[in-house]
């Protein structure tokens, strides 16, 4: 069993940054597909970025250039790196493994992960 616990969220002015942070343990990270999914209250959830076991990533297209995924293997922990915050950018921010190695035009599908952490809220205001 893989668990994840999100850190690093909070409130922040627009314009600023934040590092989300996911920790996992039961399996080593380097055997795991990763991803951040973010929801805000009636949306569905919403593919952010994912990272694959070796390493190439996939961002959703509104977010390239402002958003970075990272991983640490020997730490166990996968990053998001969030500059230029925008207010449409509050939500509630998952981190979700798999165990198998997908390919690039499933990363997005939240169906393709089996394991989810609790989230943290991440929110943009003045």
């Known amino acids: 069993q893989v668990q994840l616990l999100e850190s690093g969220g909070g409130l922040v002015q627009p314009g600023g940054s934040l590092r989300l942070s996911c920790t996992t343990s039961?399996?080593?990270?380097?055997?795991?597909?990763m991803a951040w999914f973010r929801q805000t209250p009636g949306k569905n959830r919403e593919f952010v970025a994912a990272?694959?076991?070796?390493?190439?990533?996939s961002y959703a297209n509104s977010l390239k250039g402002r958003f970075t995924i990272s991983r640490d293997n020997a730490k166990n922990t996968l990053y998001l790196q969030m500059n230029n915050l925008k207010p449409e950018d509050t939500a509630v921010y998952y981190c979700?493994?798999?165990?198998?190695?997908?390919?690039?035009?499933?990363?997005?599908?939240?169906?393709?992960?089996?394991?989810w952490g609790q989230g943290t809220q991440v929110t943009v205001t003045s």
């Open positions: 979700a493994a798999s165990p198998r190695g997908l390919i690039t035009a499933s990363l997005a599908g939240d169906q393709q992960y089996e394991y």
């Open positions: 039961g399996r080593a990270l380097s055997s795991l597909t």
């Open positions: 990272i694959k076991r070796v390493g190439g990533t």
